[in-house]
């Protein structure tokens, strides 16, 4: 069984930055693809980043050049680094594994997911 448990979300200003962790137990987590994902009230989860076994990384368009997904295999721990916060960021911030090494950028790609951690973005 796996378990993933974020952290790092808050309340920030429009322009601010902010790093997410997910720390995950339970399975291999060097051989396992992992990737962010988010949904805002009223609106479908969407990806956000993922990062494959050989740190290969995709980043969504909305995100690309703000966010940077990133692993460190020796603390079993996924990061979102998030900068140029902007209030369409606004979400809860979900992490995520499957069962596979390679990258996966829909949701029906990963078969774990953590219990999110709230991004709120003020105008």
């Known amino acids: 069984q796996v378990r993933l448990v974020e952290s790092g979300g808050g309340l920030v200003q429009a322009g601010d930055s902010l790093r997410l962790s997910c720390a995950a137990s339970?399975?291999?987590?060097?051989?396992?693809?992992m990737g962010w994902f988010r949904q805002a009230p009223g609106k479908e989860r969407e990806f956000v980043a993922c990062?494959?076994?050989?740190?290969?990384?995709v980043h969504a368009q909305p995100v690309r050049g703000r966010f940077t997904i990133s692993r460190d295999n020796a603390k079993n721990t996924l990061y979102l680094n998030m900068n140029s916060l902007k209030p369409e960021d606004t979400a809860v911030y979900y992490c995520?594994?499957?069962?596979?090494?390679?990258?996966?950028?829909?949701?029906?790609?990963?078969?774990?997911w953590g219990q999110g951690t709230q991004v709120t973005v003020s105008s």
């Open positions: 990062i494959g076994w050989d740190d290969i990384t």
């Open positions: 995520a594994a499957r069962l596979v090494p390679w990258t996966g950028t829909t949701r029906g790609d990963y078969n774990y």
């Open positions: 339970g399975r291999n987590f060097s051989e396992s693809a």
